[in-house]
């Protein structure tokens, strides 16, 4: 069935199939009622992929992740798909295993594939591949920051500040000797919380411990490895450690517990991310709240502006705010802090 | 009465406030055709959530409420201003974010959509931080800057009264190239404990609102005018004509009318609207500048106060059988029932404190020389 057999049963031209189809309004109601009902009793449906050649526009958005087993991206993939679906626009997801040779693989496929706009999360490109994309004139908006300073559309959080945060809250509930776990990815947005731990530490007049900063992948098991190894510091043992990400803080939990010591009694623990599970840890895991789901929408309303936008989009740039979620394994006294 | 807020002329200065009943345009047309001036939506944000059940406590005066914010989403909101709009009105945008960009995007969205004016809710007394955004003048500053520098309509910001210094931070709004303010929002409460559970009324710390907050309203609007140059919304507790008025002769362009409206649904706004016209009508004043502020030269510093000797007197009118409110209450002990069961006032115990003239049902006793 194609569309010049619908045009012959319905005794139209080819021409008007398709405004039925495309500019609906621009058919008077009769032939356009008449035509639809055709549609529907032959089971027409319209070539997608010849209808993406003729707009130019195939109503599908790539989202580039680093992975699928860190529930941080799903709930960000989870906007994206949310806002996109909405506006009727499919997204394909790709993972890219934080390589980022699979990331400009993945890039360029869906160029080719004409699909209308990328997101990329917590991307490795470098400014020069960014330039690259740009010359393609494919919309691209980032989720976190990629390396360098792109000037593409971003949807971030402030990092920097909220690890700060973080570890001033530690230092607040009493801790003095305080370790950083971070993950070898995401690498721009853990340097920058690195920095942030760093100042923290700092204003309180403490010097900066090298065996304190463990990295590993970020993962649980990245976590248990980092968090044995400081744990097996013997007197220099830490009391508080700071995860750059919950998934890491989930196992720093369980090298405590393996170490016969107790979660935010012994050592206190910080996450970052405030992904749904980390509430469901015992102890309840304090962490950073990162605005995932918020940060996936916003991503793809971004992306949907400069797609459909013809006169260009009004923010380029928005950032999120992150807040600390206190519950139970920073060791903090204070419930009210709970609250707020 | 007419008034012009923000440089939109408004045909009577009553505007619906931000609220669930504002939800979508289907009700903002129902609020538009109460016959109020504006109507602002409910508080829209970026990532709509599911409303807590339960979310609305009340007590006889006052209410308190947790999140009430729209559950539409942004994009869907094209097609609610165009249905709100259908019949004509103006329409404020009520945007609610945690960062200057975030909040920026909202209302260069809502501008878009055709909102005549954007409504900025920094002061969320449930969840947020535990000090309140809006008591912060910088924080204050950089939130109304980022949208004013992207929006061409005009940007007002509502103020919390949890805030203490409310001139200083209308003051940033100001600078900020604010159009105007509102005041106050709801205040962060909790309306009770339930004393056989051992529960609070809501699970948390939520807005109050309705009547018993007027007062505080009414002042914080007239401290704001007296110190900014920046028009101003009053909002708290508006239950009548005579409140409305109230506020207006306080200083306020237009006042906000919310929880009135949710114990007694929107006939009761067309009663306010319609009294407050009978009331201008009578007296000849069809603008809201013909008698904006009257009140104020009458608010005088502590100081300027006169202290002239007055006393209680009693009218010749009867007592409400049974209330001895004025007796019980009076801490100088001047009033007492004579032989014939008669309300008399000692002069020379009586300090003038005026308590009892207030108390009186009856509007028995008054202060005189």
Known sequence: MNIKEIAKTSGVSVATVSRVLNHPDTVAPKTREKVLAIINELGYKPNWFARGLNFNKTDTIGLLIPSIQNPAYMEVAEGVEYVANNKGYTTLLCITEENVEKERKYIQTLIDRRIDGIILVSSLLEDSDIQEIKKQETAVVLIGENRGNSKLPIVRIDCFGAAHKAVKHLLNCGH???AIVYGSTPMMENNLKIKGYKLA????????????????????EGGYIAARKLLGLGDERPDAIFATSDLLAFGVMDAIRDSNLSVADDVAVMGFDNIRVSNLM?????TVDKPLYRMGIS?????????????????????????????????HKERIKEIF | MKTNFLGLPLKNPVIIAAGPWNRDGENIRKSLASGAGAVITETIISEPNLDARPRIAYN????????????VQIEGWEREIEIAKQDGGLVIASVSAHTPSELAYLAVK????GADAIELGLSTPMGGALEVIASDPEEVYNMTRCVVENVKIPVIVKLSQNASNLSTVAKAVKRAGGSGVSAINAIRCILGVDIETNKPLLPTYGGYSGVPIKPLGLASVATIVQSVDIPVCGIGGIDSYENVLEYILLGASA???????????????TKIIHDLERWAEERGITDVDDIKGKALDNLKSFEEIKIEPLYSHVKDIDCIPGCNKCINSCMYEAIYR????EIVVDPNLCTGCGLCTFLCDARKLYLGW
């Not at chain 2, 809502?110 to 959509?113: F, L």
């Open chain 2, 60 to 71: 006889g005066s006052g209410a308190q409420n947790i999140r009430l914010y729209s559950d």
């Open chain 2, 255 to 269: 006042v906000q009318v919310g929880t009135s409206l949710l114990i007694n649904g929107r006939s009761h706004i």
């Open chain 1, 201 to 220: 530490l700092k204003e309180a007049g403490i010097s900066i411990n090298e065996d304190y900063l463990v990295k590993d992948e970020n993962t649980i």
């Open chain 1, 282 to 286: 015992v102890p309840k895991l304090s």
């Open chain 2, 110 to 113: 809502m501008e878009k959509y």
């Open chain 2, 338 to 341: 004579n032989e014939d069961g």
């Open chain 1, 299 to 331: 991503g793809a309303r971004l992306l949907l502006d400069v797609i459909e936008s013809e006169e260009g989009i009004a923010m380029s740039e928005i950032i999120l705010q992150s807040k600390l979620k206190i519950r139970k394994s920073c060791g």
């Open chain 1, 176 to 178: 003095k000797k305080i």
